[in-house]
């Protein structure tokens, strides 16, 4: 989708030998990319360190921090899933639809006993992510406008399932479901249990593993790796299944926190998603990325969410103003470590 | 990581030694013959040079080779076996890998990860074994000289380690032939010595090489065989050492010895009038690896020919003079005032104008009717306050299509639905338009049919007898020879001649470019005076020659 | 529904058999071109006989007023996608424009409607910033706006619904001339005016010429920064316009709903008026005529007492499809 426009390079500075400028460029390009991957945790800490000192105790207790947390697990499994797509060079714009339609279709399902209410949503929300991938990747359409077409179906379906938004389902609070939201392991509650595992795994998947190694190439070169022996089409149709399945799970576990499956939440998580990738350092042109910035990037919009709450006379739009924002700063960024990297 | 026992070079290759061999291909593009009954065979051992000029069909051979495109007839032979590779994976996995002219690797990612992509070694969870992989990468590296941190990402590499890298990588599995497409066109010379160190590894090691170049001096030193492509026919195969430099660049341009020795037509010989000032004036052009201090000069009236070897510079001498090749010094003047650098808007405003070589990618906007290709240049000077005038434009548009005999149905056709040569004349067109003092042309006539290409000719006789000031650039010496009234001849991206109307011609021309360099570094311009770029033409500031500050 | 569908697919062959489009990618582009007429007019003509009082004028008003704002944004889209870009920020600049309506209405409408106009149309010189010099991907660039601006419009709404009780606004959003309402009029004169600027100026061609291929266009001289800051200026604009008379019909300004998804209708009435995502062209009656085709769909769904969420699924199949024809001629 990009216009590409072929503007020559400025010429370099004048310096004494080019080996030397080259050098230079390489020590700066290396502190930029150090700041790029680490910038997003440098800034979480400072910020709750800042909150810590302004709000003491009512930011800086257990409670508050498990509440970071818990608010952090849903949007955290959907930018798991959002994390290999970017890095993949792609997008996908229908995981917020898909969390609400798997809220709708578990709390839906839960009437029919707890392997339905579990494995409904899931299979669903799969399907919708496989077909992302499948016309994505073999049919060759531009990811965002596939994406954003299911996200309209996918809402649409949601809809159409609590007729029109007006049924709102109730899981019973006796179904073993309802642990998966409101259960703990060890004191700590099952959705971050669960976020933390899909971080670990995430992390293992892209780092450790032939298909993570070639996810990234994909994003930084389709060619490059279709040439080198990477099934492209494959591995770009698991991308978009797999985000389309933790959405699935992220909205499974939202239903069983709140014991009921609301067509209407969701909305603009895609956009939270997408930003907080950005944020942890991940390029929106793909190619290179880390989980771990992504859990800096969700755990960075939670905190300053929680901190504008706390303030109180801020309304929580300052968010999203916020998030913009970090986007086209951090964009920016890239795109300047981009231009070094070329010369 | 087996190898043959290392083995001296034999010039003829006995049947017993041939890897690979291909038998009357052909292959067609919507009509376009892109290789014509060509048969080719690799020995084990043995470097092969594969050369030829643009559009000779080398690409195609190689992507037929490895199995990007399917070929329309033959077959290829491999071991004796004939064979077809559907993709570029069965190629690779029979034995055949391929190193690219551009480094085709994943910049981001480490060397090692790069070098191990698909092939990673896993411990028992199926996880990658990094410790192994990173210890296998050094010591596979460490085969080719190089010593680095593997861990490190590959961008952070010099292109010519990254080169290396690729042909580890390309390598590192039992392949026993090794193509190899202009694997030296952006290296500095400290890594091409390193590059051809690596080739003759590769033959000692008993692998099939084929080295896709344009640098003579490359062929000479490192290849056994050679073969030169023209227009998808094979004009030449055989040992290096039976070749002359003269005779292979006599073949790579399309003509016999025999031809050129006898007495030349050249349409054109007006020597150049020293007493009028140039129109252009280029000095100093210098971009780090492409172009080092080229000076050209054209006066009113003058077909100056830029002649030189696919690579040489030629191309990019024409797109820095007209603002559209990053330049790191040099300056261009028409009549004297500094044109302001890097923008083809400022360079229009200035009265220069440029057919590029790629017509395709860089010329015709193919969704637009032939009507808005033509104008698209010289829109500003077609309307009044943003609004087209479509009196004048018909006018100039009609006018210019009588002129050029452009065939189309209509103004309103759209141009990707003409023949390669009708678009030309579309862009011929759209620089007419322009009215430029200065007119550069960048193998106007490739790829075009006899009777447009004769028309095109014909046209820059006229337009230089009528005033305007040429640059030719043309891969075929016959068209650069015959139509320039003066010859400017570049290799490896430096001046290394200029001839005179009175000395043009083709063997002189082929001379030049075949005359070993005494130095493989940049050569520094010939011309004395206008070598070096004064600082008030560096400083070219916006607004000079009319630049709007728009780019 | 069925039928429907069956009847087009039935007529598209015989009109393809009719005009000898033999090969299958001629027959795609001939619906890519030609389809979305197609498409009205068996809509029309279905509606004509299902639909009770489909034809009357108050039925006919009701459609096109709700067209407008989609149609309007669609008309600078398609500016966007002519240069192979895209800017999905309109929903926000919607917003945002409506928020500053209301906020400054106490300085007279006429202020208030230059204020949301200029605030509209910073976004997009910021979009168009980033896209233009710093090389951006449309998409990433006016993703950023996306998420920003809407948040933006909140703040300066401090998230609240506002009532806009104005006699100005309330005439242009309720207003008419000669029976025709004040906003098809003001769409109209947008669709005239981008029609104009597609056909008749320089600027119009370069949008295509860049479009079309940029680094040719790059080299014929075309000033190609220039006119994508000016491409993304005018969507901006023409958004804020948008927000502007969504405002005055609701008598309104909700920036928390105003405008969500719009970029997408927008977008399908682009693609299926068949202006192709990859550029090079720009179909402006296609483009109004994609926005009809959408607006209909769903106003023939809701008549009959099908819901809104099968609008949006249609829409979701419809917009798929014709990413796949428009795909297929390019290929």
């Not at chain 1, 939202?254 to 609301?262: C, F, I, Y």
């Not at chain 3, 296609?286 to 769903?298: E, F, H, N, V, Y």
Request: aromatic share 4%.
């Amino acid at each position: 989708m990009s216009t590409v426009v072929r503007v020559p390079d400025r010429p370099p500075p004048a310096m004494t030998s080019l080996d030397e400028a080259e050098r230079a460029a390489t020590r700066r390009e290396r502190l930029a990319g150090t700041l790029q991957r680490n910038g997003a945790f440098v800034v979480l800490v400072i910020v709750a360190l800042l909150a810590s000192l302004l709000f003491g105790t009512s930011f800086a207790s257990t409670d508050n921090f498990l509440n970071v947390l818990e608010a952090s697990s849903f949007l955290g499994l959907v930018a798991v899933g959002m994390t290999f797509v970017i890095i993949g060079g792609g997008i996908d714009l229908s995981v917020g639809s898909m969390l609400a339609l798997s809220a709708v279709l578990a709390a839906y399902g839960s009437q029919y006993g707890i392997v339905v209410a579990v494995a409904l949503p899931l299979a669903i929300c799969g399907l919708l992510g496989l077909l992302n991938g499948v016309l994505i990747a073999r049919a060759g359409m531009p990811p965002f406008i596939v994406t954003l077409a299911t996200l309209l179906f996918a809402r649409g379906l949601a809809f159409a399932v609590s007729n029109e938004g007006n049924k709102i389902f109730h899981i019973d609070e006796t179904l073993a479901v309802i642990w998966l939201g409101q259960g703990s392991i060890l004191g700590i509650r099952v959705p971050i249990v669960i976020a933390g595992l899909a971080f670990a795994l995430g992390w293992l998947v892209l780092t450790r593993t032939r298909y993570g190694i070639s996810v990234t190439a994909i994003g930084s070169s389709e060619d490059a790796a279709r040439l080198m022996g990477v099934p492209v089409a494959r591995f770009k149709t698991v991308m978009y299944f797999v985000s389309g399945l933790l959405a699935g799970l992220a909205g499974l576990l939202v239903a069983a926190r709140s014991s009921s499956g609301q067509s209407t939440i969701g909305t603009g998580l895609e956009l939270q998603a997408i930003a907080a990738v950005v944020i942890g350092g991940t390029l929106l042109t793909g190619g290179s990325g880390s989980i771990a910035g992504t859990l800096a990037g969700v755990l960075l919009l939670n905190v300053i969410n929680n901190v504008i709450n706390q303030v109180g006379t801020l309304s929580s739009y300052y968010q999203q103003v916020v998030s913009g924002v970090f986007l086209i700063t951090v964009v920016l960024v890239q795109r300047y470590l981009s231009r070094e990297q070329r010369l | 990581m087996t190898r043959l026992p290392s083995q001296e070079p034999v010039a003829g290759a006995t049947a017993a030694d041939v890897v690979l061999e291909i038998r009357d291909i052909s292959k067609r593009f919507a009509g376009v013959v892109a290789l014509d009954d060509v048969s080719l065979a690799l020995s084990s051992g043995q470097v092969h040079a594969l050369v030829g000029e643009n559009g000779a069909g080398k690409s195609t051979l190689i992507k037929v080779l490895t199995g990007v495109y399917q070929p329309d007839h033959g077959q290829i032979l491999y071991h004796g076996e004939p064979v077809t590779f559907a993709r570029p994976l069965d190629a690779q996995a029979a034995g055949i890998s391929t190193i690219y002219q551009e480094v085709n690797l994943v910049p981001l990612l480490s060397v090692a990860r790069n070098l191990f992509l698909g092939r990673e070694p896993t411990n028992r969870l199926g996880l990658i074994d990094f410790n192994r992989m990173h210890r296998e990468a050094i010591d596979l590296l460490a085969r080719y000289g190089i010593h680095v941190d593997v861990r490190r990402p590959l961008r952070e590499l010099a292109l010519g380690v990254q080169q290396m890298v690729a042909i580890a990588r390309a390598i590192s599995a039992d392949h026993r032939v090794v193509i190899m497409d202009e694997p030296s066109s952006s290296l500095e010379p400290r890594e091409v010595e390193r590059l051809l160190e690596v080739v003759d590894l590769l033959r000692r090691d008993g692998v099939a090489v084929v080295y896709v170049s344009h640098r003579l001096e490359e062929v000479f030193r490192i290849c056994d065989q050679v073969t030169v492509l023209r227009d998808g026919h094979l004009v030449h195969t055989g040992p290096v050492a039976d070749i002359s430099r003269l005779e292979l660049v006599s073949r790579m341009l399309g003509r016999d010895l025999a031809d050129v020795a006898r007495a030349q037509t050249r349409f054109r010989e007006r020597p150049a009038d020293e007493t009028t000032q140039p129109i252009l004036r280029a000095t100093g052009l210098t971009r780090r690896h492409v172009l080092h201090g080229v000076s050209v000069e054209a006066r009113a009236g003058e077909v100056v020919g830029l002649a030189g070897l696919l690579g040489s510079g030629r191309s990019e001498t024409a797109k820095a003079i007209y603002g559209a090749q990053p330049l790191d010094e040099g300056a261009v003047e028409i009549d004297g005032t500094p044109v302001r650098r890097g923008s083809p808007h400022a360079a229009i405003a200035a009265g220069i104008a440029l057919i590029p070589e790629d017509r395709k990618a860089e010329g015709i906007v193919p969704s637009l009717s032939v009507r808005d290709n033509i104008v698209l240049a010289a829109l500003p000077a077609l309307s009044r306050a943003g609004f087209v005038s479509d009196r004048q434009q018909d006018a100039v548009v009609g006018s210019l299509m009588t002129r050029l005999r452009i065939k189309a149905s209509g103004p309103d056709q759209r141009v990707s639905e003409l023949s390669g040569g009708n678009q030309q004349k579309v862009l011929l067109a759209r620089v007419l338009c322009l009215h430029p003092r200065i007119l550069i042309l960048d193998d106007p006539t490739r790829g075009i049919d006899v009777g447009a290409k004769a028309e095109i000719q014909a046209l820059i006789s006229e337009l230089a007898s009528d005033g305007m000031g040429v640059l030719l650039i043309s891969s075929e010496l016959e068209e650069v020879v015959e139509g320039s009234d003066t010859v400017v001849v570049l290799r490896d991206g430096s001046v290394v001649g200029r001839l005179a109307a009175a000395e043009v011609s083709e063997g002189a021309v082929m001379e030049m470019i075949a005359a070993a360099s005494l130095a493989s570094g940049p050569a520094s311009d010939g011309v004395p005076g206008v070598a070096a770029a004064t600082a008030e033409t560096e400083d070219a500031v916006d607004g000079s020659g009319g630049g709007h500050d728009d780019y | 529904m069925r039928s429907t569908a069956a009847a087009v697919a039935m007529t598209i062959t015989e009109l393809a058999a009719r005009r000898r489009l033999h090969s299958r990618t001629e027959v795609s582009a001939w619906i890519a071109d030609n389809g979305v007429y197609l498409g009205l007019l068996l809509l029309v003509l279905v509606n004509l006989v299902l639909t009770p009082r489909f034809a009357d004028l108050d039925n006919i008003r009701l459609q096109f007023v709700q067209v407008v704002p989609v149609a309007v944004i669609a008309l600078g889209m398609a500016l966007v996608i002519g240069t192979e870009g895209i800017d999905l920020s309109v929903g926000s600049v919607m917003a945002i424009s409506s928020a500053l309506l209301a906020l400054y209405l106490g300085y007279g409408p006429l202020v208030a409607i230059a204020i949301a106009l200029a605030g509209g149309a910073l976004v997009g010189m910021v979009n168009g910033l980033l896209v233009s010099r710093f090389g951006i991907q449309p998409i990433v660039a006016t993703l950023a706006l996306l998420v920003g601006g809407r948040g933006l419009a909140l703040v300066i709404a401090q998230g609240r619904l506002t009532e806009v009780f104005d006699p100005t606004l309330g005439w242009i959003g309720s207003g008419q001339v000669l029976g025709i309402p004040i906003v098809v009029l003001v769409a109209g004169a947008v669709a005239l005016f981008v029609t104009i600027l597609v056909a008749r100026t320089t600027f119009g061609r370069y949008v295509v010429a860049i479009g079309g291929n940029p680094g040719a266009s790059f080299l014929a001289g075309v000033p190609v920064r220039r006119t994508l800051l000016s491409v993304y200026i005018l969507s901006a604009l023409f958004a804020a316009l948008a927000g502007i008379i969504q405002t005055s019909r609701l008598s309104a300004a909700d920036p928390s709903f105003v405008g969500s998804l719009i970029e997408l209708s927008a977008i399908t009435a682009v693609v299926v008026g068949g202006t192709p995502l990859t550029g090079g062209r720009v179909r402006v009656l296609g483009t109004l005529a994609g926005a009809l085709l959408m607006q209909l769909i769903s106003a023939t769904l809701i008549s009959h007492n099908l819901p809104d969420s099968s609008t949006r699924m249609v829409q979701a199949v419809i917009i798929l499809g014709a990413v796949y024809i428009q795909r297929d001629r390019s290929a």
